[in-house]
């Protein structure tokens, strides 16, 4: 994802991470607060999903579970 105000910081943008990006996945092109603003979700998310993982990890604990077999299963 590139925050980009004009068509020209785009280009530029896109030539500079050109070399980094083969694993085929989209360059997105937004504008700059909309760039930050995933930015900061993209984090959540990822600090979401690690808190989540946590607390199931000691909850599979308490009842005897694999957390390793949940974690496959979802």
Do not use: W
Not at 13 to 19: F, S, T
Not at 20 to 42: H, N, Q, V, W
Not at 61 to 72: F, K, L, P, S, Y
């Amino acid at each position: 994802m590139i925050g980009a105000e004009t068509e020209r910081a785009a280009k530029v943008m896109e030539e500079l991470y050109a070399p980094f990006l083969r694993t085929g996945k989209p360059i997105l092109i937004m504008d700059c607060a909309s760039a930050e603003m995933t930015k900061y979700a993209a984090n959540a998310m990822l600090a979401t999903k690690i808190s989540l993982m946590n607390e199931l990890s000691n909850l599979a604990a308490r009842v005897g579970a694999d957390i390793e077999h949940v974690r496959t299963g979802i």
